[in-house]
C-alpha cells in the first residue's frame, strides 16, 4: 500500500496534514553604512556553545536564528517572529541584519573573519571551507525548511506493531519519496520565491547588468558540484553515496553536503539513518525573502507545507537520472530573467494542479488553497515574483546596498515600537514576554507549558527549571508565598524579625475597635478593611481622629469585611523595593497622574501629548495606562481650582488623581541609584526574615538620603507581594530602566554566561 | 494617682480587664490499681530539656503540663484541653494521669523516682528536697495560675512617656499589691477551691477520720515555714529577703522559696526583678480540682482573675504583719470541716461584694458576675464546696484510690471518644488539628497565626518554621505546587522523567478531538474535561469505543469545560501513595460506600450499623463519612436487585456508590505495607522528579504483588496532589493508620528526638 492508500484507508488525513516545523534563517550583520559588521558575535547572546536560538554559520558575522522545531506553522511564526525582536533589539545600535540572501558590501576576502568560538575543530572546518570554495560565496545567506510528520502520524501509521526497523524503513520510504519529488520539482520554488537577482560588486567582479531569479540557486551561488553523486532512491544508497564522498576527499565532513534536500536522523552520522530512519528534512533551497521582516512569509511556509505533502501523495516518482534533470531546471531556472515566463511554466501549472488535489483531499484550511491561487496568478504573471519586485524596485536607481539598508533599518525598527512587548508572544503576560525575551536572548532552552497560566519550561544544560508567571520558581518556597498572601501573617513575621511595620490591632467587631480607640487616640492613623488593596473603605488620619471621625471611619471598614486593621499612618513617600537573589535590583516610586504645564497648552493638551508616549497604553498592555478624562480627574482638577480647558502656566504641576498606581495613570520613576544604601539592606534583610527570593517590599522611607540607623530606622514597610510586576520597572516614565526577568534567569542558572 | 484612678481617667478599663494567661498542673502518672506508676516519663514526649508544654516537676511519674500564655481566657484554655487529650492519648494504656492534689497509692520513700534528666544539677536539686522535705511531701500536685497584664495595657498606662525604669517601678508596685491582698485573702479562694480533703495511707501513716478543707494548703501539706520572712512592701526589700534566706541556707536556691504568690521578671535572679521589673506573677495555692478533667475549670479561673483584679481595684492595702495574718487564716480554713461554714465567712462576703463592684466598674462580661453568685452560694452551703463534694462521694465508700481511679480513667477516656480531633482546635481542618496534636506532644513551640488559614508557627531549639493546611512547608517550592495544581503539566512533567501516564490528548474544540478518533479507536479511553475532579462530564469506554459514542461522550465533555482530555484508560485499582520527605510513607486504598451481609439484617440496619464507627462522621470533620441513604444509594442497588429492606447474604458485599470517595461514605483500607516496595520506589522517584517533598500520588496499579520491571511497569499515575490529606490515612476502616502528621515535624526538625 502507498502511504496516500494507508492514508486514506486509515483515516489518517487529518494527521498527515500536521507536522514538526523548524526554520533556520542566516543573515549578516551589517553596519549603517551597509558594510559587513567586523564586530564580533553581540556577548548579550551569551555562549553559543549551548544557544538553541541565535547561532553563527561560517563567518562570525553571519547569524543563524534556529526556531525550535513545533507542530503548528502558526507556534513555529511565533518562535521566528520573537527571535527576530530579541536579535533586533540586542544587536548594537550601529548593526542591523542584512534582509538579503546576496551579501552586503563585503571587505576583501582575508578581511572576512570565520566564526570565532572556543571548539578549534569548528574553526577548521570554517577555514577548509573558505579555502575549498573561498570565503565570499560561504556569506551567501539562506533559509532552511525542516520538516517532519508528527509523533503521533508515525505512530498511527504503525498501529498494526511494527518494529522499530520496519518503522524506521517506513519513515525513510516516505522522507525519500518526498525528496526525490522535491528535488525534481524545486525549480518551481525558486520560481516563486527566488530573491537574489543581483549581488553587490563586492562579491562579483564582473560587472553586469544581467538579472536572475536567484543568484544563490545559480551556478554563480553556493553549490557542491557533486549533488548528482548522490542516490536519492535507497537510505542505504543515499548514506553509503556520501560516505563516499568523504572517503574519496570530495568532501571534509559529511555535513559538506549541501544537498537542496538532507535527510537527518537521530545520530550524528548519516549511517545512523539506516537503522533508526529519517527524522526531519532539511530542504535548503529557499533565498531570503527581502520582503519579509522574519526573510520567509507565512504563507511560503504554507506553500512549502503543501508541496512537501504534494511530493508524497502524488503517484508520480522519480528516478536519480530524473532528479538530476530536476536539479538542471532549477539551476535553468535561477538564471532565468525575473521578467520572463518560467520555461517550465506548463509543469508548474500541472504541479499546482496537483497541489489543490491534495488540499482538498485532504480537507486542508482555506488559507492553502489561497496560496496556490498566488502560486498560479505568479506563474502568469513573474513580473509579481519576489525577484521582480526587487528588481522593479532597484531599476528606480537604489543600489542593492542602499535598498538593503533600507529594509533592514526598517525591519530593526518595528521590533522598537512596543519594545515591551515579544512579537508572537503578545498575548501572555507581560512579564513572562519579557522573561522569554531574555531567555532566547541569553539561550535558555524555553517552552511554553501552559499559555493561560503563563507557565514556561526552562532547560540550560540540562538543568530544568519551570518559572509561572514571571517570577514564580523552584527557588521560592511553598510557605512564603502563603505568608505573603496573609498581610497579618507577613506583619507578623516581620516584627519578629525586628522590622519596623506599622503598629497596629486587628479587629473583629466595631465594639473591639471602639474599645481600643484610647491607644490611637494620639497618632496618625490608617483604618482599613484587611482584605482589600484598592483604596475601598480605607480611612486616612493624618492628625489624630477624634472619637467619632474614629467611629466612623470603623463602620466604613466594617461594610467593606469582616475583620479591619488599625494602623499607624506613616507620613513619607511610599517606594517599591524589588528584591531578587539577595539583592535590591529596582527601587520604583509611583506617582499619580499629572501633567506639568508649558505655559500654552491645556491641561486636555498635555494629557492628550502625555499619553502619546510609548509606554503609555490601555488594560496593561503597555508599562504605563493612558491618564484618563474622566469625572474623577475632572473633579480632582475642580477641586483645585481648574477645568481640563485650563493653561497650565510653566513648570506647575497638577495631579489628576489622589492615588498613585501605575493603572490610573501613574508615573513610574526609577530610583535605584537615588535610594540610599541602608534601605535596600533593609529590604535585601526583609526578604531573607520572609525566606524568599523575589518579592517586592513596599516601604515608606521619608527621606531617602538619610541613612537608616538604630535610632532612626527611617522607614515602615507595608507590604511584601510576592509575584511582583516586573515591566513596571522595566520601562520607567523617568529614569532608567531595569532589566529583572535577565535576573530572574541568572538566579536560575548561576552559571550562565553573560555579557 | 492610684492605678484605678489611672485606668478610669484615661478610660483604660477594657485594657485592664485583659491579661495573659498561663496554667500550670502537675499530675502524677497512676497505674490501673491507683499506684505510683514507676515507668519512665514517656519517650514519645522527646526531649525534657526543649519541652515548653510537657515536662516533669520532682518525680519521674509527676507530669507538668505548661500552657504558653496568652491574652484571653479561652485561649488558654484550648490549649489546656489540647495539652490534656495528647497526654490522655500518648501514656502507655496501663496509665492515667492521678486527678487529686493529694498522691496516689505511693510506694516506700525509697522508690518514689526522682526525675532522670540529662541535667545533673536538676537531678541534684531534688535530692536535696527529698532530703529536706521527705519525697512524699514532693509528690502532693497542684495548679499554679500565672497572670500579667498585657503589654498594650503596660503601654496605654505609660503613654506619658516613662522611662524604662519608671516603668518598671510601675509593674512591680501593680503586682506587689496584687500579691499583698492576694496574700491577705487568699483564705477565699481555700474555701471555694480547696479540693484535698483526704490522702491516702501511703502519704500519711496516721490514720484519721478527719476531713479537710485542702491538706496541700494546711500545715499537713507541703510549706516552705518561712514564708513570712519575705516582705511584699516593696521590691528591693522581696528580693533582699530571699537572697537572705539563700545566703544562710534557708534555701537550697531562690526557686526553692514557694509563696503563694511569686514575683517572675525577665532575668532568671530575684534581684533583675529591681531594675527590670515584674512581667508576671505566680499564684500557686491552688488544689487540682477533680471534678473538671482539665484539673482546673474555666469558671476557676474567672474567678481567679476578677480576683486578681479586685486585689488592685480595692483600696485596701496591707503590710507585712497582715499578710502573715492572711497566710495564718489560709492555713485556718485549710484545716476546716468542710461541711461548716467558714470562720471568715463575713469576710467572705464583703471581697465577693468588692468584686461584684469591680466587675461592674469594669463592664466585665456576665459571665464574671454568674461566678461570682456561685462563690455567694458556697459560702452560705459549705456541702457545695470541693472538698465537701469529694468527702460526700467517699462517704458513700469509695475509698481515695478508688474514687482517683474513675475520675482519671474517666477523663482519659473522654481523649478517646474522636481521637481525630484535638479538644480546644477543632475548628480547625482535621489534618491540622493532626499536626498540632504532634508539635505538641513532641515538644515542638506553636502558635496560630491565622485560624481561617489553618496557619501555623513553629519553632523547635529557636528554628523556625511555618505551616499552612497540615503540610505546606519550606521544603516545598512555590513552583512545585504551581505544577501540581495544572493537571496537563503535572502530566508533561512526569512524561518527560519517563514516567507512565496514561497517553492521550487535550483538544480546545470538538472538531479537533473528532479528527482524532483514530489516535484512540483501538484502546480503552476515559473522555473528560479538562478541569473538573468530581466526575461530571467524564465518560469512561472500557472497551474500544464506536464513533458515534466517541461523539457524544466528547460532546458532553465540552459541556463542562473549554478543554478537555481524551486518556487511555486503564484497567485496576487506584491507590493513593502518600510521599513525604523522599519516602512513601502511607499507601491508600479507597472503596466505594458498602455492606457485607451476615444473614439476618437489612442493608439498612447493616448501614446503620457500619455509620456507628466512630470514625464515621459528617462534613468533613471525621476521617470517614457516614452513608446516606439518598436516592443515588436506592438506585444502585436497584440496578443490583435489591432494596434497602433487602435482608443480605452473609459475606455477600454490596456496593452503594460507584465513586470510592470518602466523602460520600467510602471506606478506607491501608495498604502500605501490602503494596509491593517497587510501586513505593516509583511513587518516590516521581515526587522528585515534580521536585516536591509532600505530595499524594494516585496510581493505578493493577497487581500490587508483580514487582513494577522494564517490560511490565505494571501502573500508570493518574494524579499528583498538593497538600494532600492526612487524616484519612491516620485513621482508616481497615489496617493500621498511618501518623503523616508526625513525618511532617521530623521532615521539618530532622534533629529531633523521637521514642
Known amino acids: 500500500m502507498t502511504i496516500k492508500e494507508t492514508v486514506l484507508t486509515n483515516n489518517l488525513q487529518h494527521l498527515f496534514v500536521k507536522g514538526s516545523f523548524g526554520i533556520e534563517k542566516e543573515g549578516l550583520r551589517t553596519d549603517l553604512k551597509g558594510n559587513l559588521a567586523l564586530t564580533p558575535h553581540p556577548e548579550a547572546f551569551g555562549n553559543r556553545k549551548h544557544h538553541p536560538y541565535i547561532q553563527t554559520d561560517f563567518s562570525e558575522s553571519q547569524l543563524e536564528l534556529v526556531t525550535p522545531p513545533h507542530e503548528t506553522l502558526q507556534e513555529q511564526y511565533q518562535w521566528l517572529k520573537a527571535l527576530h525582536d530579541v536579535v533586533n533589539r540586542t544587536l548594537d545600535k550601529d548593526e542591523f541584519v542584512w534582509p538579503f540572501s546576496m551579501p552586503n558590501r563585503l571587505p576583501k576576502e582575508e578581511a572576512i573573519p570565520i566564526i570565532d568560538v572556543s571548539d578549534k575543530s569548528e574553526i577548521e572546518y570554517r577555514e577548509q571551507l573558505a579555502s575549498k570554495y573561498g570565503k565570499k560565496k560561504q556569506m551567501i545567506s539562506g533559509v532552511h525548511f525542516n520538516f517532519s510528520f508528527t509523533e503521533e502520524f508515525i505512530e498511527a501509521l504503525a498501529q498494526d506493531h511494527l518494529t522499530e526497523e520496519e518503522t524506521a524503513d517506513l519513515c525513510n520510504e516516505m522522507y525519500l519519496k518526498m525528496s526525490r519529488n522535491f528535488l525534481r520539482y524545486q525549480w518551481l520554488l525558486t520560481y516563486l520565491f527566488g530573491a537574489s537577482p543581483v549581488s553587490d560588486d563586492t562579491y562579483s567582479a564582473e560587472e553586469s547588468n544581467t538579472y536572475f531569479r536567484s543568484i544563490r540557486n545559480s551556478p554563480l551561488g553556493y553549490h557542491n558540484t557533486f549533488s548528482n553523486k548522490v542516490s536519492y532512491q535507497s537510505i542505504r544508497q543515499y548514506a553509503e553515496d556520501i560516505e563516499t564522498l568523504v572517503d574519496d576527499k570530495t568532501l571534509i565532513e559529511e555535513r559538506e553536503y549541501y544537498g537542496a534536500s538532507r535527510l537527518r536522523g537521530k545520530g550524528k552520522m548519516v549511517r545512523d539513518l539506516i537503522s533508526k530512519g529519517t527524522r526531519y528534512v532539511e530542504f535548503r533551497s529557499f533565498d531570503i525573502n527581502p520582503l519579509d521582516s522574519l526573510g520567509f512569509s507565512y504563507e511560503q511556509s504554507q506553500f512549502t507545507h503543501l508541496f512537501l505533502l504534494t511530493m508524497i501523495w502524488m503517484e508520480r516518482d522519480h528516478s536519480d537520472k530524473e532528479i538530476e534533470e530536476g536539479a538542471q531546471m532549477n539551476k535553468a531556472t535561477a538564471l532565468e530573467n525575473p521578467f520572463e515566463p518560467s520555461q517550465f511554466k506548463k509543469e508548474g501549472i500541472e504541479i499546482l494542479n496537483l497541489m489543490s488535489e491534495t488540499a482538498s483531499e485532504l480537507k486542508m484550511e482555506d488559507s492553502y488553497h489561497q496560496v496556490i491561487e498566488k502560486a498560479e496568478s505568479l506563474l502568469e504573471n513573474p513580473e509579481q515574483t519576489l525577484s521582480a519586485k526587487i528588481v522593479t524596485e532597484l531599476k528606480k536607481g537604489k543600489s542593492h546596498i542602499q535598498y538593503g539598508i533600507e529594509l533592514g533599518q526598517q525591519y530593526k525598527q518595528t521590533s522598537f515600537e512596543k519594545p515591551f512587548l515579544l512579537n508572537g508572544f503578545q498575548e501572555m503576560e507581560m512579564s513572562t514576554q519579557l522573561l522569554l525575551f531574555d531567555a532566547l536572548k541569553m539561550g535558555v532552552e524555553t517552552s511554553v507549558l501552559d499559555y493561560n497560566d503563563q507557565f514556561l519550561k526552562l532547560s540550560y544544560t540540562n538543568k530544568v527549571e519551570y518559572v509561572r508567571n514571571g517570577n514564580m520558581t523552584s527557588k521560592d518556597t511553598y510557605i512564603s508565598h502563603w505568608i505573603m498572601a496573609n498581610k497579618t501573617v507577613t506583619k507578623k513575621v516581620l516584627k519578629n524579625a525586628g522590622y519596623q511595620v506599622p503598629g497596629g490591632e486587628e479587629f473583629t467587631s466595631e465594639q473591639q475597635a471602639l474599645d481600643h480607640f484610647v491607644l490611637f487616640r494620639d497618632k496618625p492613623i490608617v483604618i482599613k478593611p484587611k482584605s482589600t488593596n484598592y483604596g475601598i473603605g480605607i480611612s486616612i488620619f493624618k492628625k489624630p481622629a477624634s472619637l467619632d471621625g474614629y467611629t466612623e471611619a470603623v463602620r466604613l471598614a466594617f461594610q467593606e469585611d469582616a475583620q479591619i486593621l488599625v494602623e499607624e499612618y506613616i507620613e513619607g513617600t511610599e517606594y517599591r523595593f524589588f528584591v531578587i537573589n539577595d539583592k535590591v535590583e529596582a527601587v520604583l516610586l509611583r506617582q499619580p497622574a ?97 525566606e524568599v527570593k523575589v518579592t517586592g517590599l513596599d516601604l515608606i522611607v521619608p527621606d531617602i538620603n538619610k541613612p537608616s540607623a538604630s535610632d532612626h530606622p527611617g522607614y515602615v514597610v507595608i507590604e511584601a507581594n510576592f509575584n511582583p510586576a516586573m515591566h513596571m520597572h522595566a520601562f520607567v516614565q523617568k529614569g532608567s530602566g531595569r532589566n529583572l526577568s535577565e535576573k530572574v534567569i541568572t538566579m536560575l542558572y548561576p552559571s550562565i554566561e553573560l555579557s
Not at 600 to 623: C, F, M, Q, W
Not at 627 to 638: A, D, P, S, T
Not at 646 to 658: A, D, P, T
Not at 666 to 682: A, F, L, P, V
Request: aromatic share 6%.
Open 594 to 690: 499629572n501633567v506639568i504645564g508649558n505655559g500654552s497648552d491645556t491641561i486636555e493638551e498635555l494629557i492628550s501629548e502625555k499619553n502619546k508616549h510609548p509606554y503609555r497604553g490601555v488594560k496593561h498592555r503597555a508599562p504605563l495606562e493612558k491618564i484618563k478624562m474622566g469625572e474623577i480627574e475632572q473633579l480632582m482638577l475642580k477641586e483645585q481650582g481648574y477645568s481640563f480647558d485650563s493653561i497650565l502656566e510653566k513648570g506647575k504641576q497638577v495631579f489628576l488623581r489622589e492615588n498613585s498606581n501605575i493603572s490610573t495613570g501613574g508615573d513610574s520613576i526609577d530610583m535605584t541609584d537615588e535610594m540610599h544604601d541602608s534601605y535596600k539592606q533593609i529590604a535585601v534583610d526583609m526578604a531573607k526574615a520572609l
